[in-house]
């Protein structure tokens, strides 16, 4: 018989085996039945449920994935491993009796629907909410019990209205450090207005203009423009935030050279709260990798600005993280763009100026300006990579150390940047590596103020390579006043500290790598800023009626883009090209004046800061979120004392952009009192990736990865061999599954398994298509289990079930249990395997009461089969409210052993242990017994026998 006609000939024997037309059925079913019914509807015991005692009472668990963007190439495989973890955890949540809220959104501006705009006329708005009713197909046949009510989009009108709400909250507050939080900036008018708080400048505020007014304010608000310089992408067409260039200083996407550039663009500033974003991540619950790289993002430095002489009057400002080498500091580097290089540059170079220094120039003047073109054109990045050859050029000038009292040059070089601490360095080349390249590189003094701990002795001219150790004494740095000499660093750094603080020419201060966040980009397809300015240029908000401010429809989606070298060109935004648009005559509470639109849009991450709590109350036309829906949800609790969604599933890459910029979104809206969680996201988990075989030909192209033919273990693409590597899951490398293959070809239940069961969720695992039918399989054994192939009528009994089976289902509850509520998926899945495979093999009826627990132990993972053998065993409700099973304890506990220790023959001990020990557990527990211890009296041991479960046999030596 051919395989066909075996294959037919069991459909026959067997129409009701569960096969993927089946699941197909019963999936579609359960499918519309829970869309009917709102299954998966989350009640807001705070809102519309607020009298229900029995939610009320339930905890609640707000179980959250990274929201995607609606990708125009759909899902593949890789994508929905969050969605279904979280599915998962979340069935089990309400299973064990929370009141659950899970939901998905979409992340929807974004550039792809831009660029795909640009280049076919269509609208991003069209193709992007065609690729979102793709993803939502795709993932509505996943099962996933997603409350829909509760989706949001960022792109909708009604969504971004509150974007752009918030950014008002934030463009008119203000941080006040003292307070220690943000507030409103009506509060500063005031005090200015009343004097309780000085002008800056001493200046008086009525007598301002309201041009001043609002420069001044801006330099307070948490939300202001500035020229500071800017990434600026010409061939992009538009400005970057550090966190999109890359490590060589080009675009992320697109690899296009980047500039620094004077821009007049929005900030954000995030840097007020660099102390409480460090702080505050004590309290959450995220992976500490994730922890780390926020803290080293933020960069917090502890240090000292000292103030170096030049001149009768000026000064160097330095910041220096290591101010107790201070007596080491033989020259000084200004960054090129420092403003007191025009000023202390003298007309001519000093007598006896060494050749190495002037770079061969005539003048200082001459060699500081040629210098300052050379370093514009590289990147903060380029400029800072340790292994490039130091340059740099003598400004003529000599500042006085203030410790030693020797005059030393200052140089401008470029691996000094401006952007950090005061863009000023003391250097000291025998103790730091780049200060001692540039030192060798332009004949520089050093001197050695920290004892080395090798052999190589306190004469720095003779190192081939500076000493920058913090365990160390120093050396060589006393005057008639400080002696730091034989100090630890930490001290030395303490004393001198106070000693600069004393005589005014230096304090203790803590510099932050962290940066404002340029929060403006030159595109089409963002949130429009609700900002107008008046005729003198001054930005006013729109007021909250206004909004939302709608994007208006262009015929040109695309920034205007640059020959990509070309660093000396300026944005031009494609809102600008609207000119009714921009230009509007508005009653903004004075009367009806003329105003131009800001034509930025917002970047990317701004809907993301927030469609937590959106999710909330979506459909809030009042307010953001009603205050008691969101105190209920994401409010402080026990062990969350910032509050925040329970728990957070997404990729590891977002470790500081989107989680950076939304906790520091909340800790705004919190100071402002709008909700009640100083945190978005208390756990924070981070799948890993599924990747995917790669195949690629002679050239190295890869080739259709379904097309692959395998012949004793290689592997060939048209007859020709390729080579086989792991690597992403994608359309590029042509080795993209959809779950829709999956699903037509095994059913969702299928794909659920075995996602969940191809390792800890938070390992990267391969793809393996082969490999899916073993999940198949065990939804057809659990069939069988429960339904007669041959009549689709459940089988079970009313006997009562055997003691081994009790044991093996207890077991399985309770390990599965744990292990589902610990996000341990695939052990979970390995112990209903175990329990099921039990069952197949004692064969006959099911026990009632083992069926029936045996399908609400599979349900979280596997919801459609499970609702279709619950109805079938009898049920007219839903498993989705139903309660988990609960373990028996008497049967989970493995029945004991006793295991007889001898020592030389003779009994010493007697151990209780699980039937199923192995010999090493049990030698461990032996050797460990406090009897056995005590009679070996320290002798060693020659030799242990042990025969698990029983006996122990210990000869000494
Ligand atoms: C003297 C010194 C001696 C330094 C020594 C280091 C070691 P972190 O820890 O990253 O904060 N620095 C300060 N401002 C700089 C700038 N704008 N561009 C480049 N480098 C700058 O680094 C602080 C140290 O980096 C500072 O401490 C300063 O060099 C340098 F043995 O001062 B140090």
Known sequence: MSETNTAAAAETAAPHRYTAAMAADIEARWQDFWDAEGTYAAPNPAGDLAGDPAVVARPKKFIMDMFPYPSGSGLHVGHPLGYIATDVYARHQRMTGHNVLHTLGFDAFGLPAEQHAVATGTHPRVSTEAAMDNMKRQLRRLGLGHDKRRSIATIDPEYYKWTQWIFLQIFNSWYDADAQQARPIAELVAAFENGTREVPGGRDWAALSAAERSDVLGEYRLAYASDAPVNWCPGLGTVLANEEVTA???????????????????????????????????????????????RN????????????????????????????????????????????????????????????????????????????????????????ADAKEKTGVFTGAFAVNPVSGEKVPVFIADYVLMGYGTGAI?????????????????????????????????????????FASYEAKLVNSANGEISLDGLGVVEAKAKMTDWLTERGIGEGTVNFRLRDWLFSRQRYWGEPFPIVYDEDGVAHPLPESMLPLELPEVDDYSPRTFDADDADTSPETPLSRNEDWVNVELDLGDGVKKYRRETNTM???????????????????????????????????????????????????????????????????????????????????????????????????PVPAAEIEERDGKFFFE???????????????????????????????????????????????????????????????????????????????DAEPDEATLRALHKAIDGAGGDLAGLRFNTAIAKITELNNHLTKAGGPLPRPVAEQLVLLIAPLAPHIAEELWRKLGHTDSVVHRDFPVADPAYVVDEAVT????????????????????????????????????????????????RAPKLVNIVPA
Not at 299 to 315: I, L, P
Not at 437 to 444: D, G, I, N, P, S
Request: aromatic fraction near 10%.
């Open 248 to 294: 060589d200083g080009r675009s992320e996407r697109g690899n296009f050279p980047v500039f620094k550039s004077k821009l007049r663009q929005w900030n954000m500033r995030i840097t007020a709260y660099a102390d409480r974003l460090l702080d505050d991540l004590d309290a959450l619950d995220w992976p500490d990798a994730i922890k780390l790289q926020q």
């Open 297 to 384: 993002w933020i960069g917090r430095s502890e240090g000292a600005r000292v103030d170096f002489k030049v001149g009768d009057t000026d000064a160097i400002t330095v910041f220096t993280t290591r101010q107790d080498t201070l007596f080491g500091a033989t020259y000084m580097v200004l960054a090129p763009e420092h403003e007191l290089v025009d000023t202390i540059v003298p007309a001519a170079w000093p007598e006896g100026t060494h050749d190495v220094w002037t770079g061969g120039h005539a003048s200082p003047a001459e060699a500081v300006a040629k210098y300052r073109a050379f370093a514009a054109s590289k990147s903060d990045v380029e400029r800072q």
């Open 426 to 466: 003391m250097a000291v080349p025998a103790h730091d590596t780049r200060d001692f390249a540039f030192a060798r590189a332009f004949e520089l003094p050093m001197r050695c103020v920290v004892q080395p701990s090798d052999d190589r002795g306190t004469d720095a001219s003779t190192w081939d390579e500076a």
């Open 603 to 701: 970047p990317n991450w701004a809907g993301s800061c927030w469609y937590e709590l959106r999710y909330l109350d979506p459909h809030n036309s009042e307010k953001l979120v009603d205050p008691a829906i969101e105190q209920y949800w994401m409010g402080p609790r026990e062990g969350m004392p910032t509050g925040g969604v329970d728990l957070y599933v997404g990729g590891a890459e977002h470790a500081v952009l989107h989680l950076l910029y939304a906790r520091f979104w909340s800790k705004v809206l919190f100071d402002l009192g709008h909700i009640s969680s100083a945190e978005p996201f208390h756990k924070l988990y981070n799948q890993g990736m599924i990747q995917a075989y790669v195949y690629r030909d002679s050239r190295g192209f």
């Open 719 to 797: 007859g020709e061999p390729v080579k086989r590597e792991l690597g992403k899951m994608g359309k590029s490398l042509k080795n993209a599954v959809t779950p829709d293959e999956i699903c037509t070809e095994y059913g969702a239940d299928t794909l659920r398994l075995y996602e969940m069961a191809m390792g800890p969720l938070d390992v990267s695992r391969p793809w393996d298509t082969r490999a899916v039918v073993g999940q198949y399989r065990l939804l057809q054994r659990l069939w069988r289990n429960i339904v007669d192939e041959a009549t689709g009528e459940v089988t079970v009994t």
């Open 899 to 946: 295991c007889v220790v001898q020592i030389k023959g003779k009994v010493k001990a007697r151990l209780e242990v699980p039937p199923s020990i192995s010999d090493d557990e049990l030698e461990k527990l032996a050797l460990a017994d406090e009897a056995v211890v005590a009679a070996l009296a320290g002798a060693g041991i020659r030799k242990v026998i042990v």
